[in-house]
């Protein structure tokens, strides 16, 4: 079992930057895969970033060169880093885990979820 909550949302004009942090407790082994989702309202839930155990990443064409996926192992802390922030990445946020997965940035993979944090962007 896993438990996830986020933090760091918020509103910031188009162009600023958020930083969410996802902290993690329970099983280790159930969080080797980490990643980040969002979900606009009337949208599918669509995969952002994914961070792997071994320090890899996978990214959304729509977030990259904007986004950074990292982790405080020490932590067990899950950040997203979000730049150039657009009116279109405004969503609810999610962080999700697994200990495995086959495509990283499907929602249908992934078993432990947390709550979700707003991100809205202004133009």
């Known amino acids: 079992q896993v438990q996830l909550v986020e933090s760091g949302g918020g509103s910031v004009q188009a162009g600023g930057s958020l930083r969410l942090s996802c902290t993690a407790s329970?099983?280790?082994?159930?969080?080797?895969?980490m990643s980040w989702f969002r979900q606009a309202p009337g949208k599918e839930r669509e995969g952002v970033a994914s961070?792997?155990?071994?320090?890899?990443?996978t990214y959304a064409d729509s977030v990259k060169g904007r986004f950074t996926i990292s982790k405080d192992n020490a932590k067990n802390t899950l950040y997203l880093q979000m730049n150039s922030l657009k009116p279109e990445d405004t969503a609810m946020y999610y962080c999700?885990?697994?200990?495995?997965?086959?495509?990283?940035?499907?929602?249908?993979?992934?078993?432990?979820w947390g709550q979700g944090t707003q991100v809205t962007v202004s133009s």
């Open positions: 999700a885990a697994n200990s495995w997965v086959g495509w990283r940035l499907s929602a249908q993979q992934y078993n432990y």
């Open positions: 329970g099983s280790t082994y159930s969080s080797k895969y």
């Open positions: 961070f792997y155990t071994d320090g890899s990443t």
